[in-house]
């Protein structure tokens, strides 16, 4: 789906990176805050009641989302998404600081419940501000790097919520003010956050207040916005069925640990082995899978952990839990952040915030359902023995039944997200599947394409695709096999008028969003006409420009949306993709002095447009390398043909077919 950048890349995009920068703060003191305020209203009351205190801490925590949730992501759409962070940081350090200060049990529980109800305002407002920030095809690894920071900041706050209580046991003797030392340090990290997001100035405001209805109206129509789009509904279907299978392992994951003969420690393994799984899914079944339908991923995810689950409720060995933990998170981390960039790429920026709001007011009541219900049904079910064959005894309690309960929601509810959200009906989801494993994107069509290759020599203007393309043609003919070498815009009869029309200069008011499906019309036909044919008979086609051209030129250098223009022309094609794209890199004051002839109407571009190319081709090629092989064109033309040679051999089918050889008998000619 994407084809741009390493993860990484998103933070060369500085308004991103700041706004990045102030989530992971105040993630890391979200996380610190919850450790730090349990174990400080633990501190603040004595014996049985410190249970009672610790839950009271989440329930402030988690009952602001039940009555302000959607008011939030209103607020969000409609005010300065800016000031309206700003203005919560402020609050959040104010009321952090304030809880130490005054060192009351009643107090700290409001002010809890007040930060939480600041909080809410903050989210929406983030999450419905970086689709801003980040350019679509970008969002997917903008998502993967917040959530990674999201949680990965969870285990970073533990370690430095244990260094500084033994820092402060030095200090202090009271077991309070080491808690308060956190809380300090949280404060603070809201400050910054606020300082970090004020300087944002990319942010856009509002479009002001004139014709926006009441807020109440607004949030009756996001949730009727949930409620009436497949997608969105799945999304939510999903997410929550997930948040439901996730409370309930939260729940019951200490004491059916405990059962299985681990002791805190394999408590911790455990716990952190969902994260190692989380940030696995996150970031390697995107690349992994990069050809799979987002849509689909997301329900596949879902179901994937409910039968990890399954699996762990069933197998009673405390390795192979830990394992399948991964495993289970690893469903988890892919449904997530698919989740997330499908509702950035997907919901208008009118509604997203209220989107965002309702999904993570509805998370929340999920969750304080289920983390409350699962003592219940655990201890319903009770203690089973089951005994097997050879005196062996099969233990069957609570935790188990909980498990499995959860395990069941998640596979019903990746189901039906799997049918609301399936964009590829019709189309084999195994075959469809194991295509994306090798990196193809599986269309009816292909399925029926032989064994042709597929090569595409691509690269600015004079950079020497043209005679590179006539040199490889004629190695490969030399060697037997069937070659078809042909050269976008302008291989068929269509085409030609439509490379009249791109390239007379007399065109000057061509629109770019016109001149992109200009050249994807004449790319269609090329593929139905031309190569489609060509590979089917098992010829190797190698062209000179292909659908890199239109992302590198309309894309980058008339700066529309790659990946709108890659969705385009993946329409276009069918999906056809080569097998091996050749960029011939030349900087662009040189390759524009190889001409004699006049320029066109777009070799006549500025010389920062071509610029803008060159920069196009080479960030499509570092982003998925095993495909491309990039060549300075400024070297000779022998020494680049050597290099094309080398690798187009690697590619390259027995040139004999297989028949042949029953013929005669022998081993197959060589031809050089
Ligand atoms: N490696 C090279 N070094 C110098 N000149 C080259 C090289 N390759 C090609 N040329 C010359 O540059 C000009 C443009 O080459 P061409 O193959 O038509 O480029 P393109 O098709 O990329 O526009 C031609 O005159 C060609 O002879
Ligand atoms: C195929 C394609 C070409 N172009 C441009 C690049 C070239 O300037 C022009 C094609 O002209 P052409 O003469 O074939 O260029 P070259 O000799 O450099 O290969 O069209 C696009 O802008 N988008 C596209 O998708």
């Known amino acids: 789906m994407t084809r741009t950048g390493s993860p990484a890349g998103v933070l060369s995009i500085k308004p991103f990176r700041r706004l990045w920068i102030a989530l992971s703060l105040s993630s890391f003191g979200d996380w610190l805050s919850i450790l730090a305020l349990t174990a400080l209203a633990g501190s603040l009351t004595k014996g049985s009641a410190e249970n009672y205190a610790i839950g009271g801490v989440l329930v402030a925590k988690l009952l602001p989302a039940l009555i302000f949730g959607p008011l939030a992501g209103a607020v969000a759409d409609r005010f300065d998404r800016r000031i309206t962070m700003v203005v919560a940081d402020i609050m959040r350090f104010a009321l952090f600081l304030s809880i130490p200060l005054v060192g009351r049990l009643d107090w700290l529980y409001i002010a809890t419940f007040l930060i939480e109800v600041v909080t809410l305002f903050w989210i929406p407002a983030k999450e419905a501000t970086v689709p801003n920030l980040v350019p679509k095809d970008q969002l997917e690894r903008a998502n993967q790097i917040s959530l990674t920071s999201t949680y990965g900041s969870a285990p970073v706050a533990a370690a430095t919520f244990s260094v500084l ?85 939260i729940g019951i994951a200490k004491v059916y640990v405990k059962q299985l003969g681990g002791g805190d420690a394999a408590y911790g393994v455990v716990f952190g082995m ?22 689909r991923l997301f329900g596949l995810g879902i179901i994937g952990a409910g039968v990890a689950l399954a699996l762990i409720g069933i197998i009673p060995n405390l390795v192979i839990v830990a394992l399948l933990t991964a495993l289970c998170g690893a469903g988890a981390g892919i449904a997530w952040v698919i989740g997330y960039t499908l509702i950035g790429l997907e919901v208008e920026d009118s509604v997203r915030g209220r989107t965002w709001a309702f999904l993570q007011s509805l998370v929340r009541v999920v969750l304080l359902l289920v983390v409350a219900s699962v003592p219940f049904i655990a201890g319903v079910v009770g203690n089973h023995r ?7 005894i099969y233990r069957f309690d609570g935790p188990n039944a909980v498990l499995l309960i959860a395990a069941v929601v998640a596979v019903i509810v990746g189901l039906v997200a799997y049918r609301h959200m399936d964009d590829r009906r019709g189309i084999p989801l195994i075959r469809d599947f194991v295509a994306a494993l090798r990196g193809e994107h599986y269309t009816l069509e292909e399925s029926t394409r032989e064994h042709g290759v597929f090569i595409a020599l691509e690269g600015g203007e004079g950079a020497g695709k043209t005679t590179q393309a006539r040199l490889l043609s004629i190695w490969l003919r030399d060697q037997g096999f069937d070659v078809v070498m042909t050269r976008e815009p302008g291989s068929t009869k269509m085409g030609m008028r439509l490379r009249a029309l791109l390239l007379d200069k007399e065109s000057s008011g061509l629109s770019s969003r016109a001149e992109t499906l200009l050249y994807a019309a004449d790319r269609a036909q090329h593929v139905a006409e031309v190569i489609q044919p060509a590979l089917r008979r098992g010829a190797i086609v190698v062209t000179d420009r292909y659908i890199d051209s239109s992302l590198a030129y309309q894309g980058s250098g008339r700066e529309l949306k790659v990946g709108e223009i890659a969705e385009v022309n993946r329409w276009a094609t069918n999906g056809l993709v080569p097998d091996l794209t050749i960029i011939l890199d030349v900087p662009s004051d040189i390759g524009l002095t190889r001409f004699a002839s006049p320029a066109d109407r777009i070799e006549s571009e500025p010389r920062e447009f071509h610029e803008r190319v060159r920069r196009g081709f080479r960030a499509l090629a570092d982003a998925e390398p095993h495909r491309y092989l990039v060549i300075d064109g400024t070297q000779s033309q022998p020494d680049i043909t050597r290099k094309i040679h080398d690798r187009v051999r690697a590619i390259l089918p027995d040139p004999v077919p297989p028949s042949a050889e029953d013929e005669t008998s022998t081993m197959p000619a060589i031809r050089d």
Request: aromatic content about 8%; overall charge positive; hydrophobic content about 50%.
């Open 386 to 392: 089951l005994h097997l064959p050879g005196k062996n």
């Open 274 to 295: 969902v994260f190692v799984g989380m940030a696995a899914g996150m970031f390697l079944a995107p690349r992994i899978l990069q050809e799979f339908s987002r849509r």
């Open 165 to 249: 209580a033994l820092i402060s046991k030095v200090l202090f003797s009271q077991p309070q003010q080491q808690a308060n030392l956190a809380l300090y340090i949280n404060a603070v990290t809201f400050l910054v956050s606020a300082a970090t997001i004020f300087s944002l100035r990319e942010i856009p405001k509002q479009r002001g207040k004139v014709s926006v209805p009441s807020i109440l109206k607004q949030i009756v129509a996001g949730w009727k916005f949930v409620g009436s789009t497949p997608l969105v509904r799945g999304l939510t279907i999903g997410i929550l069925g997930a948040f439901a299978a996730g409370g309930a392992v």
